[in-house]
């Protein structure tokens, strides 16, 4: 009888909620799994006690200052100490079959980046490396030979339910969304809303970034942008309808009418399980799907008048070049605005529209072409707010 080796694995952004959920699943199948790497930005005494509970080879702390913390709280236990971008590609480079590419924001992207290289399997778990340079990333998983399994619920459902060997016979991707927190809202009532009710998600617990992406419909945006570089299909064929049970993850059309599926309860370790276990399964502790419980799975048509960050983010990909990088980053300043009440709610789509008029929008060549991209954009949203200020 064959028994299945241990998997070695590193978790970038071991201390957000998709790494804290990762090394959930490693604690709970500790015979299947061997930690290598962690990486944090800045929980120094969070990082260290994952590093010694696992056993790590390596911890890497993004904020350099914290390096002599970091070492201080590891001091006498073996456990190599780094820091820095250098560290983060250095673990992302240390020989593991599975790298979690949990590390958000734009510093995530070389990391990511070293493992394609290396060929491993990357669990990717991060929205910049594909939305602003997804030609370049799929390039290098196809020369290098990797694997990318992508763990944002929505993808995770289409990986599963989408037949590779016959993509041309796939007529649509069929992304769902939540709605968010205003869900049924009209433009007009949506002038006054706070952040507290933005971050208020009606089915996730997420950070209040995404909360916010969530309530524009911004996400969603930025998930076709994603799919469209995940799988082999046309812009054209990837929709969005809303799904407010969030109980139907994504849906995928066949040529002959079927429509497969992924349903499960709102819970992020079911798609981790998923990328850590592929090809196989394996079990995970979220709550088991009861539909007579739910009672009904509706859906409807997204109000692109009240969400119109959606439209941008299809005319974005439309353009292609660096205009999905210009559409992320002015959309970041923009939250951060709202976030900190500078900007209303509804101003959040006219900053990253007025930005991407201002921006080139030429394809980037390279990683520093697409950090470059980003300073650009993020300087001219800055402008742009400047403007609207409240």
């Given at each position: 009888?064959?028994v299945?080796?241990?998997?070695r694995?590193?978790v970038?952004g071991a ?18 799994f ?5 990486t ?6 969070d ?10 080879e ?16 590891l ?6 100490v780094?820091?820095?971008?250098v ?13 979690m ?6 510093a ?15 669990a990717?778990?991060?929205k910049?490396?594909l939305?602003c ?6 390039e ?12 944002d ?13 016959r ?7 069929i ?14 009532s949506?002038?006054a ?14 950070g209040a ?5 969530s309530?524009?419909m911004?996400n ?15 812009k054209s ?11 139907v ?9 079927s ?11 079911t798609?981790i399980a998923?990328?850590?276990a592929?090809p196989?399964?394996?079990e ?11 009672g ?9 008048e009240a969400?119109r ?8 990909l ?9 559409l ?10 709202f ?7 509804i101003d ?15 394809a ?27």
């Open positions: 009888m064959s299945n080796p241990i998997k694995i590193s970038l201390t957000g909620s998709v790494g804290l959920s990762t090394l959930d699943l490693v604690r709970r199948n500790s015979h299947k061997k930690v290598v790497s962690l944090a930005y800045s929980k120094v005494e990082l260290s006690a994952l590093a010694i509970e696992f056993n790590a390596l911890a890497v702390i993004g904020d350099e200052k914290k390096l002599d913390a970091l070492k201080e709280q001091a006498g236990t073996g456990i190599e780094a820091a820095g971008e560290g983060l590609i250095e673990a992302a480079e240390r020989e593991a079959e599975i790298v590419a949990a590390i958000v924001g734009a995530g992207l070389r990391p990511t980046m070293a493992a394609v290289r290396r060929g491993a399997t990357v990717l778990a991060n910049e490396c939305v340079a997804g030609d370049l990333l799929m290098e998983v196809r020369v290098h030979g990797a694997t990318l399994l992508p763990v619920s929505e993808h995770n459902a289409i990986y599963q339910v989408f037949e590779v060997e993509a041309n016979s796939v007529e649509r991707v992304l769902t969304a939540s709605g968010g927190p205003f869900r049924g809202r009209s433009y007009e949506l002038k809303v706070t952040p507290a009710e933005a971050i208020a998600h009606p089915n996730w617990d997420m970034k995404i909360s916010v992406d309530a524009t911004m969603k945006g930025l998930e076709i942008i994603e799919a469209y570089h995940l799988f082999p299909i046309k064929q990837i929709e969005v309808v809303v799904h407010p049970q969030s109980v993850h994504s849906m995928v059309e066949y040529s002959d009418g429509v497969l599926a992924q349903l499960g309860s709102p819970d992020m370790r798609p998923y990328s850590l592929w196989e399964r394996m995970a502790p979220v709550k088991r799907l009861s539909l007579s419980e739910i009904a799975l509706t859906f409807e048509e997204v109000d692109l969400f960050c959606l439209a941008l983010a299809r005319e974005a439309e353009a292609g070049g660096a205009a999905p990088a210009i992320n980053a002015a959309n970041e300043v923009a939250v951060a605005a976030l900190s009440e500078k900007l209303r709610f959040i789509p006219s900053v990253v529209s007025d930005t991407l008029a201002l921006c080139d929008i030429k980037p060549q390279s990683l520093s072409n697409v950090f470059e991209i980003d300073k650009v954009a993020r300087e001219a949203a800055q402008n742009q707010l400047a403007l609207r200020a409240i």
